[in-house]
């Protein structure tokens, strides 16, 4: 009930390819969905976030695509660049929750 | 210094040893957390303080000991540890425990027992 689900474990992406990014997870209560990037030798720091009220967010490169009903949502890193390279994770939470759960991580390598 | 900070960065202890993490955070947040993280695992959430009060616990061993003396400073006291504690611990802070507050972690103690 509680778990995230993310794939895949790693990506490799040439330079200006889309990077996509997948989590699934089961708690129908979750109804908040961040995503944090880490670096090497970093704590991870959110990117983007998104609330089940709207079926796409975008900042930048990075868009949130969210399935209510599927319970699924996804990272697209649009131009991808070798700085992107990183690990990313989904995670969740509910308004009735003290803290995030995370899925397992992506680790994320752009080819220049 | 500004953001959240952990000392010492790397640690490599015994398992008879008695360690502590340090974390400081300097955004006037009122909770802070501890988590561990594995490799190609989950980051696990470990303690959760909302303004210096306990209020989660997520069934950790009590090898750990966490410590919120005031709402700037956390703690996590270690004894006797063992290989599978093995992990970069991160501390977290937020402005409160309300749904879609941001988390701000800090750099992490990479700790190795040996």
């Known amino acids: 009930q509680q778990q995230v689900k993310q794939s895949p474990q790693s990506l490799i992406v040439q330079k200006g390819g889309i990077s996509i990014i997948n989590c699934a997870y089961e708690n129908t209560a979750f109804d908040y969905f961040p995503w944090y990037q880490q670096f090497p030798g970093k704590g991870p720091a959110l990117l983007i976030a998104?609330?089940?009220?709207?079926s796409e967010k975008k900042e930048g490169r990075f868009t949130i695509s969210f399935n209510k009903s599927a319970k699924q949502f996804s990272l697209h890193i649009m131009d991808s660049q070798p700085g992107d390279s990183a690990t990313y994770f989904c995670a969740a939470s509910n308004q009735a929750g003290t803290a995030l759960i995370f899925g397992k991580g992506t680790t994320l390598s752009v080819s220049s | 210094e500004t953001g959240v900070t952990q000392t010492p960065r790397h640690l490599v202890m015994g398992m008879t040893n008695k360690k502590s993490l340090k974390c400081e955070q300097h955004?006037?947040?009122?909770?802070m957390y501890w988590y561990k993280q594995s490799a190609k695992k989950p980051l696990e959430l470990m303690f959760v303080y909302s303004l210096e009060e306990r209020v989660e616990n997520n069934s950790v061993p009590s090898r750990f000991s966490p410590e919120c003396p005031n709402s700037s400073h956390l703690f996590l006291h270690l004894h006797t540890l063992q290989p599978e504690d093995s992990a970069l611990y991160l501390c977290?802070?937020?402005?409160?425990?309300?749904?879609?507050?941001?988390?701000?972690f800090g750099q992490g103690t990479r700790l190795t027992v040996v």
């Open positions: 977290a802070s937020s402005q409160g425990l309300r749904r879609g507050t941001e988390a701000f």
């Open positions: 998104i609330r089940p009220d709207v």
């Open positions: 955004l006037g947040h009122n909770a």
